[in-house]
Structure formats: C-alpha cells, structure tokens
C-alpha cells in the first residue's frame, strides 16, 4: 500500500452529499482505503470570466491507502465524479458536482495526455494547499516542486477566500479513520 493525496471539491447541487458519496464510493473501491480527511473549506469558484458568478465550493483533502496503480485510481475518482452527474465540459473551471483531483501518488512522479503527478497546478491552488496543510504539513511534494505542503501553502500566490465549515464527511459505516475532524 502506498499514501496518496485527493483534493474532492463541488459546487452544484448538494455540495456535501457529493462529497460524502465520493467518500463512500473510495471506501468501497478495491485497492483503495480511506486513511483520513482534512476539515472541509468553502472557497470562491476560480472563473474564466473575472464577471462570472459561480456558487462557493467545498473542499477537502483525503489521505488514502493504495494498492492500486496511479491510473486505475485516476478511473476510480472519474467514474465517482460521472455517478454524482459531471459531465465532460470543455470550459476550464465550470461548474461541476463533483472534481477528484490526484495530487500525489506516494513519491511518484508522471507525465501522460491524462495524468500528472505531482498535480501540475496544486502550488497555485490554495484551496488544496490549506486542507493539505491542516492534514498534512509536512509531507514533501515531489518534484518539480519539491517542498512541503506547509512551505507550498505559505508561497501560494492565490488570495482567494478561503473558510472552515463544520461537519463532517465520515462515513456512518467507516471506523477506521484516524484523524477526521468533526
């Protein structure tokens, strides 16, 4: 098994429905257990159009056990993200129910039409960066950037707004989390 990082974030419909039914869908997928999660942070959608109004996103980082490759994880979280009703938009940042993003796969790094790792924008991105950081800090991201999540967080050049929501994202069924904030 090997450590990887998720960063789940939504903005259409239920947010925190679509984020608990991806919980639960990882938790149910095979090669993938659920370790913990970050506490859940409403963010301003980033636009296109800096006139464009989109509804708030949750967010939240999760730390799951693999022993699955990179790319069949990646086909688990669109496959959760297809069943919470995205669909494929050729606008960048639309709205969506559901985004799973990977960010990093142990200390492996990638490079494919369909997947990088580390994610190529997380050090721009601090909606990830400070759920990461509340969950893990010092975890080193591996190159190219080569940093901490901590060190990441405090160069991010994002000033978008970025607020703790209570509640949790724990499964009813799930007793074997170490760390989920309430």
Request: a negative charge; charged letters at 30%; hydrophobic letters at 35%.
């Amino acid at each position: 098994m090997r450590t990887a990082y998720l960063g789940l974030g939504s903005n259409l419909g239920d947010r925190w429905a679509h984020l608990r039914a991806a919980v639960a869908g990882l938790e149910e997928a095979e090669g993938v257990r659920v370790a913990t999660c970050s506490p859940v942070y409403e963010t301003e959608a980033h636009t296109t159009d800096p006139g464009e109004e989109q509804p708030p996103f949750l967010n939240v980082v999760l730390e799951v056990e693999v022993a699955c490759s990179p790319k069949q994880l990646l086909r688990i979280a669109k496959r959760l993200e297809r069943e919470e009703g995205r669909t494929e938009s050729a606008e960048r940042w639309a709205p969506r129910p559901l985004d799973v993003d990977l960010l990093v796969v142990a200390d492996e790094t990638h490079q494919s039409d369909t997947l990088t790792l580390p994610h190529p924008r997380l050090a721009d991105r601090r909606f990830v960066l400070r759920p990461w950081a509340d969950l893990a800090p010092d975890v080193r991201v591996p190159p190219p950037f080569d940093a901490t999540v901590q060190d990441l967080l405090a160069a991010c050049p994002d000033s978008t707004t970025i607020e703790r929501r209570d509640g949790s994202l724990r499964p009813a069924s799930s007793s074997s989390w170490t760390d989920c904030p309430e």
